[in-house]
């Protein structure tokens, strides 16, 4: 894959097209189609022990993981046998300090965001899920594909994301959640087939990389569709990929926090009255000692060790607390 130019998308506080370009691996709103896995990596079936038996040489899981998502472990190292290029520096500088491989951006179409041919942001593009279980650029407009873009802490101040004036907030659906809703590692645990749900685009990249099936949210209230019902794109989610139980993962300070218990009754209320058979369940992040462990990607981080990453995440899950949808 070969860098290309394309126009960039700049702005402030709102974001508007501008003749300025920038150099990266797939442009906004021209995203290349959901590639197939790659045939050469072998299909692994996971058995009910998988996440015990983790040794940290091998896990069954991560292997079923890698081919569906077609990246390894050696996807961000300049010294892979990969002869594909991975992506401009900033990509990489990117994926190294959240913790996601570079093939992971590349996959999901995520481009760094130039100012004079300064790093100050990346751009990340929208995708769903459509009543047939396809994973389909998100538009908004009608046309456009939609964009939030995440600024640089040296310019954020306040604002972190921003997205094009007249836009409403969409859910954010990794490369791969289609194919782990149909055939996911984990159900063969005990059963359920699982959504995990939380805020941020690249928390759900995160956990989308370990095996999950998880969606992302651009704000902590938008599940909904700003008309007091379930938002139609995680509606569709939730019935295509035959979900039973849905996963609202909190940061480590969701346990003192009013704004994440009134959302997570709101949604579980959404949920019920959009007719849709599944359980909402709540998991709040332990706190790690870490200052800079905040978020269930900084969690995946800090412990480097996508192993335990999993069997952590699932003891929670399995201890965590049922929401009926009424404080």
């Known amino acids: 894959m070969s860098n290309t130019?394309?126009?960039?998308?700049?702005?402030?506080?709102?974001?508007?097209?501008?003749?300025?370009?920038i150099t990266v691996a797939q442009p906004c709103g021209s995203v290349a189609q959901t590639p197939e896995p790659a045939a050469n990596i072998e299909q692994t079936t996971p058995t009910s022990s998988s996440i015990s038996q983790c040794t940290g040489t091998f896990d069954p899981i991560d292997a079923v993981v890698q081919n569906f998502l077609r990246i390894g472990k050696s996807d961000t190292d300049a010294a892979s046998p990969d002869p594909a290029p991975r992506g401009d520096r900033h990509i990489r500088a990117l994926a190294k300090?959240?913790?996601i491989r570079a093939a992971t951006l590349?996959?999901?179409?995520?481009?760094?965001?130039?100012?004079?041919?300064?790093?100050?942001?990346?751009?990340?593009?929208?995708?769903?899920?459509?009543?047939?279980?396809?994973?389909?650029?998100?538009?908004?407009?009608?046309g456009k594909q939609y964009c939030r873009t995440r600024l640089s802490e040296e310019i954020?101040?306040?604002?972190?994301?921003?997205?094009?004036?007249?836009?409403?907030?969409?859910?954010?659906?990794?490369?791969?959640?289609?194919?782990?809703?149909?055939?996911?590692?984990?159900?063969d645990l005990d059963g359920v087939l699982r959504l995990l749900i939380q805020e941020g685009e690249m928390k759900a990249l995160s956990v989308v990389e370990t095996g999950f099936p998880s969606v992302g949210l651009g704000g902590i209230t938008s599940f909904t569709d700003g008309q007091g019902a379930l938002h139609p794109e995680l509606a569709t989610t939730i019935r295509v990929g035959g979900v039973e139980e849905v996963v609202f993962i909190g940061d480590t300070d969701a346990a003192i926090n009013a704004r994440f218990a009134q959302a997570a009754c709101t949604m579980a209320r959404q949920i019920r009255e959009a007719g849709l058979k599944c359980r909402l369940?709540?998991?709040?992040?332990?706190?790690?000692?870490?200052?800079?462990?905040?978020?269930?990607?900084?969690?995946?981080?800090?412990?480097?060790?996508?192993?335990?990453f999993r069997q952590?995440?699932?003891?929670?899950?399995?201890t965590s607390i049922e929401v009926e949808g009424s404080l």
Request: proline letters at 7%; charged letters at 30%.
């Open 281 to 308: 369940r709540v998991v709040t992040l332990p706190f790690s000692g870490h200052p800079h462990c905040k978020g269930v990607d900084d969690w995946r981080q800090h412990l480097n060790d996508d192993c335990e």
């Open 106 to 142: 590349l996959d999901n179409g995520i481009q760094a965001r130039l100012e004079n041919g300064v790093d100050d942001g990346f751009i990340l593009p929208y995708w769903h899920l459509d009543e047939h279980g396809e994973r389909v650029r998100t538009e908004d407009p009608p």
């Open 312 to 318: 952590q995440l699932m003891s929670l899950i399995d």
């Open 5 to 21: 130019v394309y126009p960039a998308i700049e702005g402030n506080r709102q974001l508007d097209a501008d003749t300025t370009s």
């Open 156 to 187: 954020a101040g306040d604002h972190k994301y921003t997205q094009a004036r007249g836009t409403r907030p969409h859910i954010y659906t990794p490369f791969g959640v289609e194919d782990l809703l149909g055939e996911n590692p984990f159900r």
């Open 97 to 99: 300090k959240r913790g």
